[in-house]
């Protein structure tokens, strides 16, 4: 074995030249220590890049925020989260106008649970902008139902007439309208027909 070969150990890693002094043999261990906590970390990092994309994916319902998971560096993708989920007051404004005005004009299709969901959730940033005040919120959500269940939307407007001396908790609240809808769909489901779902 010539003196510029190399130890071997037990792992397969190279050592320093054989005759090495014990000095540069402590710098070889922890410079190679160093290297395996470097590859770890990036390693760690990677793993937790790619989870972190996938339950971007998995968790927001949006393209924008779908092509974040194309990006390469996680604070981009935090960046362009923050420019999305943290807009001015005039463009969450804007925003919650147009999920209310959508939630008026497309009664759904599919799933009525989430569609009222969707009403309750949008209410609350409604609310908080001061874009609407309660009862204008209620009677645009009965007059979306009127779309789907005319003859149980007129009931509940009745019921609100006879309310309109009440005060306080005597009244229905926006949550109160829309259990009242989840109650009567869950207890006849409407039927799909032509544009919107309606009761036979």
């Known amino acids: 074995m010539s003196s510029t070969e190399q130890y ?35 390693d760690k990092e990677q793993d ?3 989870k972190f994309r996938y339950h971007l994916v998995c968790s927001v319902q949006h393209p924008i925020m779908t092509s974040l998971a194309l990006e390469e560096h996680s604070h981009v993708i935090f960046k362009k989260l923050k420019e999305r989920l943290c807009p001015t007051q ?14 008026m004009e497309d009664p759904p299709a599919k799933d009525v649970g989430i569609w009222l969901q969707n009403w309750e ?6 609310k908080e902008l001061g ?9 645009d959500l009965i007059e979306a139902n009127e779309q ?20 306080g908790e005597d009244r229905d609240t926006f949550h109160q309208v829309v259990s009242k809808f989840q109650k009567r769909y869950k207890k006849k489901p409407p039927v799909h027909k ?3 779902r309606v009761y036979h």
Not at 9 to 35: C, H, I, V
Not at 90 to 103: A, F, H, I, P, T
Not at 131 to 139: K, N, V
């Open 131 to 139: 874009i609407l005040d309660e009862e204008s919120a209620i009677d």
């Open 48 to 50: 937790a890049l790619r």
């Open 90 to 103: 005039s463009e969450r404004r804007r925003d919650v106008r147009q999920r209310w005005k959508s939630l």
């Open 121 to 126: 959730n949008t209410y609350e940033d409604v």
């Open 194 to 196: 032509s544009k919107y």
């Open 148 to 167: 789907i269940d005319p003859m149980y939307t007129r009931v509940l407007e009745i019921h609100r007439e006879l309310d309109t001396n009440r005060q």
């Open 8 to 42: 071997t150990t037990s792992e397969g890693q190279r050592g320093p030249p054989k005759g090495t002094d014990a000095r540069t043999w402590d710098k070889y261990e922890l410079d190679l220590a160093k290297q395996y906590k470097e590859f770890d970390q990036y």
